[in-house]
């Protein structure tokens, strides 16, 4: 319904925010690192929503970014986690890091997340990596085979995948850094700049 709002920042909480767009004052729910990279109060923002509707429930959901939007919009998705557990993750784990424990089945990151356990961490990673079509993965493997990408690239182009973007997308953004000697998690940061121009 919502696709963003722009407004000026009228208050900021620990968990929402408060837009005024032409005098209308939206109550925007949001994370941590979203609040963290706010302009200072009264000044100009866009955020990117997402409108949470359920039985008596309506609220709005905001991010800075598109990139993080994704990933709210991603856990929501899964079986038993709400808005509240989806926030309370991006609030401890960024984008690449998620995508990276993901592809590697890294529980123990994504459970530093308050209220999120080892049953709810296992049954993210079960349903997201599922929700990864074969066929994208395969044509990763290709695309391993022919352009002999180190093992460090095909984890970034796999996490890329797990975060929704095509694997050609994932493996030409991945390309286009220079991966020699980087961390797995800095080449995805790295890609997604270069998927977010």
Same mark, same amino acid.
């Given at each position: 319904?919502?696709?963003?709002?722009?407004?000026?920042?009228?208050? &900021?909480?620990?968990?929402?925010?408060? &837009?005024?767009?032409?005098?209308?004052? !939206?109550?925007? !729910?949001?994370?941590?690192?979203?609040?963290?990279?706010?302009?200072?109060?009264?000044?100009?923002?866009?955020? !990117?929503?997402?409108?949470? /509707?359920?039985?008596?429930?309506?609220?709005?959901?905001?991010?800075?970014?598109?990139?993080?939007?994704?990933?709210?919009?991603?856990?929501?998705? /899964?079986? *038993?986690? *709400?808005?509240?557990?989806?926030?309370?993750?991006?609030?401890?784990?960024? #984008?690449?890091?998620?995508?990276?424990?993901?592809?590697?089945?890294?529980? $123990?990151?994504?459970? $530093? +997340?308050?209220?999120?356990?080892?049953?709810?961490?296992?049954? =993210?990673?079960?349903?997201?990596?599922?929700?990864?079509?074969?066929?994208?993965? =395969?044509? =990763?493997?290709?695309?391993?085979? &022919?352009? *002999?990408? #180190?093992?460090?690239?095909?984890? +970034? /182009?796999? +996490?890329?995948?797990?975060?929704?973007?095509?694997?050609?997308?994932?493996?030409?953004?991945?390309?286009? /850094?220079?991966?020699?000697? &980087?961390?797995?998690?800095? =080449?995805?940061?790295?890609?997604?700049?270069?998927?977010?121009?």
């Amino acid at each position: 319904m919502f696709a963003y709002l722009k407004g000026h920042i009228e208050f &900021i909480k620990e968990n929402y925010i408060i &837009i005024d767009v032409n005098g209308v004052g !939206y109550k925007v !729910y949001t994370s941590i690192s979203t609040i963290n990279k706010l302009p200072s109060l009264h000044q100009d923002v866009q955020i !990117y929503t997402y409108l949470y /509707v359920k039985e008596d429930v309506l609220d709005l959901y905001g991010f800075i970014d598109q990139e993080e939007l994704g990933m709210f919009e991603l856990l929501i998705s /899964v079986s *038993g986690v *709400g808005p509240k557990a989806a926030l309370a993750i991006l609030s401890t784990i960024s #984008p690449p890091q998620f995508a990276l424990a993901l592809v590697s089945s890294d529980v $123990k990151t994504i459970t $530093k +997340a308050p209220g999120v356990g080892n049953k709810l961490a296992q049954r =993210i990673i079960l349903e997201l990596k599922d929700k990864i079509k074969s066929e994208e993965l =395969i044509d =990763i493997k290709d695309q391993e085979t &022919i352009t *002999g990408q #180190p093992d460090y690239s095909s984890e +970034a /182009v796999n +996490a890329l995948v797990v975060l929704g973007y095509s694997a050609a997308e994932a493996t030409k953004a991945v390309q286009a /850094v220079n991966a020699e000697g &980087i961390e797995v998690e800095e =080449i995805i940061k790295l890609a997604l700049k270069n998927l977010m121009k």
